[in-house]
């Protein structure tokens, strides 16, 4: 189905969605499925895929939207709900949470039986067939009817792959192809489908910017039983450097060669991650008479676990970027005042601009004070900048892509200069409390995320409270601050965690319209020792390293709500703190700080 035709750019809200309305109804389909991905199915996408955020105003980034004939949902979950109300039109967009309403689920309240339209590069095989599910027919569309009312939609990135070097990487791309092309021998598999770029970049050891804060070149792969590989990238993308590098076994091809690729694969049976993959793929292997093998992106395990030489970068990364981070504290409860939400995030970017090996920012720094930060991923701008006032909450969540590892950190600290509320340091400790717990953990081989997500949790539960997000992400090695498989997560997630595997730690607590709290620090994952001695058990135990290095508000923390032991791992962490960031502080003041706010409890 392809619509032709220009249309105005400064379309209002209300005239974009009644644009593509009339095109779904000109093709006799009775909506439109949209979800907030692009073709790799990544949470951060190029400008010319936020069809999304064009068509709606959330530019959060988790959410879908359905739009019918004659009403419209626009769906996300608990770390938007604020964000959402206040990006959203409410007269033209009913809002609902992705798990309490489901978008499958609402369409088929309002529509029974609907036929809608979906774009087959942008939805997976699971989603569309929640979809099914609920009585609801889709049917895929040979050009979305966004982008043909979308007259002003930004071209696609072009930006060069470059090399990883391997002082960084660990490993060859040689070795690593033959390791995995091994999983697939081993079990009667001939190639497996790529589609998730940050996959590519790790296979491969390239590195890109196609993608604002996350460090890949955007493309699709076919890795072959054999450890040969097939690059489906734009050649404007392969400068002659990158081409030495990949070497003679990867080939690389534009990108209108993947139907004729996947063609070539009739007879073979063929690795896909159907729930990590855009429907296009497995619907194109079925016609060329391919036999599907549902199973995960065979390069997500191995990208987790951070070998060697990654560890040993993500432990020097995380030790340069505290520097920054400790400056820009210091500067935060010293700076005359007069300073903004957006002035504030534009300083720490300053300060780790001076910081050796940063590339950027891993996401959008979170900078919101007092009732802003009660929106869990709100993201300043112009319209919503305002003052860090006196006597309130401030909220920073952040992070920094360097050469060899990737960051992300929250603090809140509290304004001054008069003692914060009692209720507010109740809150802050509690969070604090199940931040600490999470850290100290021992645990088995073979526990996963969501076993470990209620430790976090406890202190909160004690007294009524709880937050509406994950409390730990993976996070890649100079790639995406939000790297699968393992999480830590109440919802189940059967990846168990693994020695080499970073993840964050994050409790919080908000209260909508005063204030957030979130304490974040990143984890890796090690074996441990048991009483100084390795365990002579079956089954492996593992423990957590901090790797982040920052000192939490001490006025915010009430002791009396801490046991013995949480005061002694809070009192050794800023030891730490103060001894690995103090002797990198030129200045007399910043380290007086530093010391400061490190002094035993």
């Known amino acids: 189905m392809d619509h032709a035709g220009a249309t105005p750019t400064s379309l209002t809200p209300a005239e974009k969605l009644a644009a593509v309305r009339a095109l779904l109804a000109a093709d006799g389909l009775d909506g439109m499925i949209v979800p907030r991905s692009d073709e790799h199915l990544g949470e951060y996408v190029p400008p010319a895929a936020e069809r999304l955020a064009w068509l709606t105003g959330f530019t959060g980034s988790a959410g879908m939207a359905v739009v019918l004939a004659d009403t419209a949902a626009v769906f996300s979950d608990g770390r938007y709900t ?12 009913q809002r609902a ?28 095989e699971p989603v569309l067939a929640a979809f099914t599910k609920a009585g609801l027919h889709c ?72 993608v604002e804060f996350t460090p890949v070149a955007l493309g699709f792969a076919m890795l072959q039983a054999d450890g040969q590989v097939e690059l489906f990238m734009a050649e404007e993308k392969l400068p002659a450097e990158t081409h030495a590098w990949l070497g003679n076994q990867v080939q690389p091809s534009p990108r209108e060669a993947l139907p004729g690729a996947l063609a070539r694969l009739a007879g073979k049976t063929v690795r896909v991650d159907l729930a990590g ?14 036999t599907l093998a549902d199973a995960p992106d065979p390069c997500l395990l191995p990208k987790a676990c951070k070998n060697a030489a990654e560890q040993r970068g993500a432990r020097d990364c995380h030790q340069r970027d505290a520097v920054a981070l400790c400056r820009f504290l210091h500067w935060l409860e010293t700076a005359p005042g007069h300073d903004t939400e957006l002035s504030a995030a534009a300083r720490l970017v300053a300060f780790r601009e001076a910081v050796e090996g940063f590339r950027g920012e891993s996401f959008p720094a979170i900078s919101s004070a ?17 003052p860090i006032n006196p006597d309130e909450v401030y909220l920073i969540d952040s992070g920094a892509q360097f050469h060899d590892g990737t960051t992300d950190v929250t603090r809140t600290v509290w304004t001054g200069p008069s003692a914060p509320p009692e209720s507010l340091r109740d809150r802050y400790t509690r969070v604090l409390k199940g931040h600490v717990t999470l850290s100290a953990l021992t645990f088995p081989q073979g526990v996963a995320g969501a076993h470990l997500d209620a430790f976090a949790r406890a202190a909160l539960w004690q007294v009524g409270l709880d ?25 189940a997630n059967p990846v168990p965690l693994a020695a080499g595997m970073i993840l964050s730690n994050e409790p919080g607590f908000y209260l ?24 002579v058990a079956a089954k492996p135990f593992l423990r957590f390293e901090t790797l982040t290095l920052a000192p939490y508000d001490r006025r915010l923390i009430a002791p009396e709500l801490l046991s013995a032991d ?36």
């Open 566 to 601: 949480e005061r002694h791992w809070i009192d050794r962490y800023h030891a730490r703190v103060l001894d690995a960031v103090g002797p990198s502080l030129a200045d007399d003041g910043e380290r007086l700080w530093l010391q400061a706010a490190c002094r035993p409890l």
């Open 97 to 124: 949470h992705l798990v309490a309403s489901p978008p499958a689920e609402w369409a088929a309240k309002h529509a029974p039986g609907a036929t809608l339209g979906y774009d087959p590069w942008l939805l997976a």
């Open 467 to 491: 937050y509406d997000h994950g409390t730990g992400h993976g996070v890649g090695s100079y790639l995406s601050v939000h790297e699968g498989p393992a999480r830590i997560h109440r919802d």
């Open 512 to 535: 909508p319209g005063s204030y957030g709290i979130r304490i974040e620090n990143l984890l890796l994952v090690v074996p441990a020792e048991l009483d100084g001695v390795k365990p």
């Open 139 to 210: 049917v895929p569309l040979e050009r979305n009817p966004i982008d043909a009312v979308w007259a002003d939609r930004p071209s696609p990135p072009m930006a060069p792959a470059r090399p990883h070097p391997l002082e960084d990487a660990g490993e060859s791309s040689a070795d690593k192809r033959e390791r995995l092309a091994k999983t697939l021998r081993d079990v009667g598999q001939d190639a497996a489908v790529i589609t998730d770029p940050a996959s590519i970049a790790w296979l491969l050891n390239i590195r890109g910017s196609d």
């Open 370 to 386: 007092g009732e802003h930060g009660a929106v869990i991923h709100y993201r300043v701008d112009e319209a919503s900048n305002r």
């Open 82 to 93: 604020l964000q959402l109300e206040q990006q959203t039109a409410g007269a033209l967009w």
């Open 277 to 290: 993959s855009p429907a296009w793929f497995a619907a194109r292997l079925r016609e060329a008479g391919a």
